[in-house]
């Protein structure tokens, strides 16, 4: 670190005398985008113990209620890249392998046995744990077990064993468990309460099954977020058009793999891409060559630069507000009847996917968030104030970092506030009102047929 001796400036401003500075100022440049770093941060790969902020709060406030929206864990790819050999990646769960967790084989055994779990619709057909010695596309990977035993352990230290949200006693009534029909969130799900709940049961767990990747439920006929997704699409489409060094990179691909560049491209090469470098496997090779680190960089890269630019262009934060609505509706709706009194659902586990992560923080105004990575968890807090037990406030935290005040609805009140968290009732304000004010709209209905200011 260079110190830079400063004249002293006058009251009016002014410096007595301007002399030029000897060095430029570093802190003008933006940080350079360093796509390896930032693909290592995606894979969470479990090592070092995590530190979190859940459950922190002047001593005299009371934890009421917790709401946890989960991306599942690391996952084999949805995309072969065409005439290469798939990544070597075992789907069997062996506690012995690393990475692994002290509870992984009482998981397993656990899993092996339950039978009495309510499972709606689809999910009780699906697999409670991976289990093939070569993974199958989309198929959770032991690591991605790993990572939720580890976020299951994390927030019962804080919210079971700290605050009491649930007593040793607890019932099926006081949660509320939600999967789409994957078995990768379901056994996300199933991995994180097993190291969560006091004594997980399999007689209280009642997960009910979301067909839709938002979370829309019965709300899900919206027109304008459907034209607010395909022009976003066109904005990505653009912005890839236009990055020559990303063009090269998939013709030189496409000539290693034998195949026209239009078909690499469509065979979304980073998903297969990421498990290789998650999984520390060498990139495939072909008689023609090998795909290497610099094409995994130049994608890489252009992946990150377009999320900086949707942050920019405002057509996905658009998408977002309605995309999100039905869902972070239910939440306040749930909120509220938890701080009139009602004792049910104090704890929630929506486990869902990137695409629902995303737009969640999007629409919050998080704008600072990374994009999901495997095994993230955004949590919502409810606290009552024990000086005002009528009063109730929110805390947001996302992969145990507070953004309460990150968000568009809280940004203002930090400034006033000596407490280090949100009233509820600007959440609410903001779900019920506040979100469709863009669109000259006050309800959802009307807001998912009427084009942004």
């Not at 304008?224 to 912005?239: A, D, I």
């Not at 409810?382 to 996302?398: M, S, T, V």
Request: hydrophobic letters at 35%; aromatic letters at 10%.
């Amino acid at each position: 670190v260079h110190l830079i001796p400063v004249n002293p400036v006058r009251e009016d401003g002014l410096s007595p005398k301007s002399r030029k500075r000897i060095m430029p100022d570093l802190l003008t440049e933006p940080p350079a985008i360093d796509p390896v770093y930032e693909a290592h941060v995606y894979c969470n790969v479990p090592s070092i113990a995590e530190r979190s902020m859940e459950g922190h709060a002047p001593h005299y406030f009371k934890l009421v209620s917790v709401q946890v929206l989960i991306r599942h864990g690391d996952r084999y790819p949805l995309y072969a890249i065409p005439k290469t050999k798939r990544p070597d990646i075992d789907c069997m769960l062996v506690p012995s392998r690393k990475p692994s967790h002290p509870q992984l084989e009482a998981f397993i055994k656990h899993m092996s046995r339950g039978s009495a779990a309510q499972m709606d619709g689809s999910l009780s057909s699906l697999p409670r744990f991976p289990s093939h010695s070569l993974c199958e596309m989309g198929e959770l990977t032991q690591t991605g077990v790993v990572q939720h035993l580890r976020n299951g352990q994390l927030l019962r230290e804080i919210y079971i064993n700290k605050h009491k949200l649930l007593p040793g006693d607890w019932t099926a009534k006081q949660l509320y468990l939600e999967s789409t029909g994957k078995s990768r969130t379901l056994q996300s799900a199933l991995a994180l309460l097993y190291t969560f709940l006091p004594d997980f049961d399999w007689k209280k767990i009642t997960m009910r099954h979301q067909w839709s990747t938002i979370f829309c439920s019965g709300s899900c006929d919206c027109p304008m977020r459907n034209h607010y997704l395909e022009e976003e699409q066109r904005r990505q489409y653009s912005l890839r058009v236009k990055n020559n060094d990303l063009e090269k990179m998939y013709v030189d691909m496409a000539k290693i793999v034998g195949i026209p560049t239009r078909q690499l491209r469509a065979s979304n090469p980073i998903d297969s891409l990421l498990c290789y470098f998650c999984h520390n496997v060498s990139f495939p090779c072909t008689k023609t060559g090998c795909i290497g680190m610099e094409h995994f960089k130049v994608i890489k890269r252009h992946q990150l630069e377009d999320e900086r630019e949707r942050q920019e262009k405002k057509l996905y934060f658009l998408y977002a507000l309605l995309a999100t609505h039905p869902l972070l509706n239910q939440t306040v709706n749930r909120l509220q009847r938890i701080a009139e009194g009602k004792k049910e659902e104090v704890f929630v586990l929506y486990s869902a996917h990137d695409v629902t992560l995303s737009p969640v923080l999007s629409a919050l105004g998080i704008t600072e968030a990374r994009f999901p990575r495997f095994a993230a968890r955004l949590v919502f807090e409810l606290w009552q104030d024990g000086k005002r037990p009528r009063e109730h406030f929110i805390r947001i935290l996302y992969n145990g970092a507070d953004v309460t005040f990150q968000t568009s609805f809280c940004k203002d009140h930090y400034k006033r506030s000596s407490k280090p968290m949100c009233p509820l009732e600007k959440f609410v304000n903001f779900v019920k009102r506040d979100m469709f004010l863009i669109f000259n709209s006050t309800s959802y209905y009307d807001a998912c047929r009427r084009r942004a200011l």
